[in-house]
């Protein structure tokens, strides 16, 4: 997951930054790198997996408010108070994952985490939490509460829950690679298997793959390409710059000297998609690197 922490105070600060060096995460702090809140969220909300807030629950609620959209596509989100004693997770804690987080996070920082939703507070699995984890998309809405509503009243639950069917659709994964000029096709597929293996998904999942343009040529991808069976798609330096600005990526500046560009492998999964979720934000293996997003 690739996840923004927002702070708005000098304190706040302090514990984004402590948050990012034990879990990861962008940071974001008042005065530094945005103004107004409000307009950072209009900007980033739905471009990061996860919006980590160090303040006051009302002023997350508030700011996220006009972008709630749904159970099934919005974000995590959670609130954390500037001393760093409790982690709330707010929304989309079960299909966006952040009833998961706020414990990874409470543990990171020492914190006490702090759920609410039904079948967590009950210490039973969720359906949603489930079809999360394993890469498949619930469907439709409607049926997720009905089923969780049979777990929670301690039903058998099968495939059914009375006249209800739940949808667990598959999802495919997409690859994006870069990697040092001359890196053969093995050490490509390893670090791509070593990667998805991170996700707990197999390589198979892997649908398509994405680059570079300059990258074309590159004997070890494109072979890669065909020895898998896969789509490659290659995106030019302006293509990807889109997507670095529009998703607000780090960008290495050794890799803006190689290729003219500063973030190869995120932006380029990013340029396959119109809605991305990250299964595996950018992850560096020996000379390869590697971007995971799940295909909507």
Request: glycine share 8%.
């Amino acid at each position: 997951m690739r996840t923004a922490i927002i702070s708005l105070t000098a304190k706040g600060a302090q514990l984004a930054e402590k948050i990012s060096s034990k879990v990861g995460g962008q940071t974001f702090a008042k005065g530094k790198n945005f103004n107004k809140l409000a307009d950072l969220v209009t900007g980033i909300f739905g471009k990061f997996d996860g919006l980590i807030f160090i303040c006051a629950a009302g002023i997350a609620v508030r700011m996220i408010a006009p972008h709630i959209v749904s159970k099934l596509s919005d974000p995590a989100v959670l609130v954390i108070d500037e001393c760093g004693r409790n982690v709330i997770s707010l929304l989309s804690g079960h299909v966006g994952r952040a009833n998961e987080m706020a414990v990874e996070i409470a543990s990171a920082i020492e914190a006490n985490p702090v759920i609410t939703t039904a079948t967590d507070v009950e210490g039973k699995f969720s359906v949603d939490t489930v079809a999360s984890r394993l890469g498949l998309l619930p469907e439709p809405k409607e049926a997720i509460k009905a089923i969780n509503a049979a777990i929670l009243r301690g039903e058998d639950v099968f495939v059914t829950a009375g006249d209800v069917r739940l949808n667990l659709i598959p999802q495919n994964l997409i690859a994006g690679v870069g990697c040092r000029r001359g890196t053969s096709s093995l050490k490509i597929f390893e670090a791509i298997q070593r990667a998805c293996a991170m996700i707990h998904q197999p390589i198979e999942r892997v649908k398509l793959l994405a680059s570079v343009d300059v990258k074309k040529d590159e004997v070890g991808l494109v072979s890669l390409a065909e020895v898998m069976g896969l789509e490659i798609k290659f995106f030019t330096s302006s293509e990807l710059q889109k997507k670095i600005d529009e998703y607000q990526l780090d960008e290495s500046k050794f890799v803006t000297r190689s290729v003219g560009v500063g973030n190869v492998c995120e932006a380029a999964a990013l340029c396959c998609v119109e809605e991305a979720r990250f299964a595996l934000p950018k992850t560096a293996f020996k000379g390869v690197t590697v971007a995971l997003l799940w295909e909507r």
